[in-house]
């Protein structure tokens, strides 16, 4: 399986962004989708996960209500929905998946910027 990102760039403080994560490959059904950010110099930072039917998602403190994971299984894809952007919200973000009630990661996505300006 190949996640393959899209989306990401520069924005505004206050702006939104949207980013995708789409499989090819393989499918999606069934795994847990999660979204992790890094900055350079800091460790990796979970930002979120969302369940394999879709039904329910978790998120960071430092993101709640604020970013919103979805899925769609006819695209295969997931989504990372950035709304209220941050200066700190600025990082290298990663999709990742995970079969249910494992706690590795089997495959991860290439990454992509999010750029977010005061």
């Known amino acids: 399986v190949q996640l393959v990102q899209t989306g990401g760039g520069l924005v505004q403080a206050g702006g939104s962004l949207r980013l995708s994560c789409a499989a090819s490959g393989g499918t999606l059904s069934g795994y847990v989708m999660a979204w992790f950010r890094r900055v350079p110099g800091k460790e990796r930072e979970f930002v979120g996960d969302i369940n394999g039917s879709g039904s329910s998602a978790y998120y960071a403190e430092s993101v709640k209500g604020r970013f919103t994971i979805s899925r769609d299984a006819a695209k295969n894809t997931v989504y990372l929905q950035m709304n209220s952007l941050k200066p700190e919200d600025t990082a290298l973000y990663y999709c990742?998946?995970?079969?249910?009630?494992?706690?590795?990661?089997?495959?991860w996505g290439q990454g992509t910027q999010v750029t977010v300006s005061s």
């Open positions: 990742a998946m995970r079969r249910l009630g494992l706690r590795s990661y089997d495959y």
